[in-house]
């Protein structure tokens, strides 16, 4: 009988500490509970390697098509910039589009992925590259003719 009241105690107390455990009989667990053992099982399954000890950067899995720019203004920026709201250029807008021309296509890639006025960064495009952000730039830009 002690034998009995020990054992349901013993599994009343797994059962309360470990819900997971519940189906699983007292008899029946066969992974140890050390702390070793513990922190063997959630160990991270792999890592991140930098080599020179600098930040790890983006990599693209597959290359931009040519007309990503076109793709990615048609898709995302398209509106706001093809009516101007909140003060966007408008699309190919020579007057709209030459004061941040003169910080050049680097300037207005660092305001595109920072964000200004109401344009929030990347213009709600969070997975967009800055390279696809780049084209799209290049894009909506008024051409040389």
Known sequence: MRKIISTLVSCSI????????????????????????ILNRIKPVGGVDVEGGGAPKAVVAE????????????????????????????????????PRMEAGLDGMLKIAIQGKGAMPPKGTC????????????QYMIPQKK
């Open 126 to 137: 969070m997975q967009c590259s800055d390279e696809e952000l780049r084209m799209t730039i």
């Open 63 to 98: 290359a931009l098509s040519a007309s990503a720019g076109e793709d990615r203004y048609k898709s995302t920026c398209s509106v706001c910039h093809e009516t101007g709201v909140g003060g966007a250029p408008k699309f190919r807008n020579e007057a709209d589009w030459k």
């Open 14 to 37: 797994i059962l309360v500490g470990a819900p997971s455990l519940a189906f699983a009989g007292c008899g029946q667990i066969s992974s140890p509970m050390t702390t070793e053992a």
